[in-house]
């Protein structure tokens, strides 16, 4: 008991604590996360974290970690990319250039073989997987060509816009993640 006042001892109890919202969010997200990792989130646990995420800016991207289909992985990973909405997403047709750049540098491992062709055939091959916009074969190759040095790349065509250079790396960067997460 504590007591508190002047001249009138007021007798109070001590306050119940209780978690802040932010704390329980913590304390959600990471027993929902756990729980990812012993077995893929239902839709509830999905929903409940994809709110959490939306609260503090972020975006979950979902892909079905149980498949071991190196295809259905590159299909899912690729339409996740086009779907989303933060700075790393696929918003133009080129952008596709720099997936395959990754997957020709090898900067993904294993996935060589997938798209280890010529300009057409690869867009051909992206084509089987319902992608919304692909780029001609020769603007891919002529976006191609413009990457040059080590990962992080440099772009002969945006060497002064930081930005845009961040984001074409970016999108790799992402794309990396998702095919090894």
Request: proline share 4%; hydrophobic share 30%.
């Amino acid at each position: 008991m504590y007591y508190w006042g002047d001249n009138k001892k007021k007798k109070f109890e001590k306050p119940h604590y209780t978690l802040s919202d932010k704390r329980k969010e913590t304390k959600t997200a990471v027993c929902l996360l756990s729980a990812c990792l012993s077995n893929y989130p239902n839709e509830e646990e999905r929903r409940v974290l994809n709110e959490i995420a939306q609260r503090h800016g972020e975006e979950m991207i979902w892909l079905d970690s149980h498949k071991s289909n190196r295809e259905e992985r590159l299909r899912e990973v690729l339409r996740a990319l086009e779907a989303s909405n933060r700075p790393y997403r696929i918003k133009n047709k080129y952008d596709y250039a720099w997936i395959k750049l990754a997957i020709d540098s090898e900067i993904v491992n294993g996935f060589r073989s997938l798209m280890n062709c010529s300009f057409p055939e690869s867009i051909h091959y992206l084509d089987t997987f319902g992608l919304r916009e692909l780029p001609e074969p020769t603007a891919m190759r002529k976006y191609y060509d413009k990457a040059y040095g080590t990962f992080p790349w440099m772009y002969r065509d945006c060497v002064n816009n930081l930005t845009e250079r961040n984001r074409r790396n970016g999108i790799v960067n992402k794309f990396r993640e998702l095919m090894e997460a």
